[in-house]
């Protein structure tokens, strides 16, 4: 019914930038808080950012003043725009959304994964 797809991952060199983005289709009729997690080799996923539908946002501490997430409402979008990236930001990197369907229904999505690569 509802599908989350990811963008934009790849390999960077330390200090360098990389842009995410996460669209939301189905039969959507209202999405909540949008955000990401990562989950790097051996550990355990983790929230990096959040966005609700008010705008107010959280990071993880360790990403904040490098990483920005936002969103789309109207076309259903959320995205995180990473910069300065270091090694330890290397993970899969999953789009998340809480989504209510047309049947009503309020349930968490997740999409694929995306990988991020931070190395020289």
């Known amino acids: 019914q509802v599908q989350l797809v990811e963008s934009g991952g790849g390999l960077v060199q330390p200090g360098g930038s990389l842009r995410l983005s996460c669209v939301a289709s189905?039969?959507?009729?209202?999405?909540?808080?949008m955000g990401w997690y990562r989950q790097a080799p051996g550990k355990q996923r983790e929230l990096v950012a959040v966005?609700?539908?008010?705008?107010?946002?959280n990071y993880v501490d360790s990403v904040k003043g490098r990483f920005t997430v936002s969103r789309d409402n109207a076309k259903n979008t959320v995205s995180l725009q990473m910069n300065s990236l270091k090694p330890e930001d290397t993970a899969v990197y999953y789009c998340?959304?809480?989504?209510?369907?047309?049947?009503?229904?309020?349930?968490?999505?997740w999409g694929q994964g995306t990988q991020v690569t931070v190395s020289s």
């Open positions: 998340n959304a809480r989504i209510q369907t047309y049947d009503m229904v309020v349930r968490e999505y």
């Open positions: 189905g039969r959507i009729f209202m999405i909540y808080p």
């Open positions: 966005i609700h539908n008010s705008g107010d946002t």
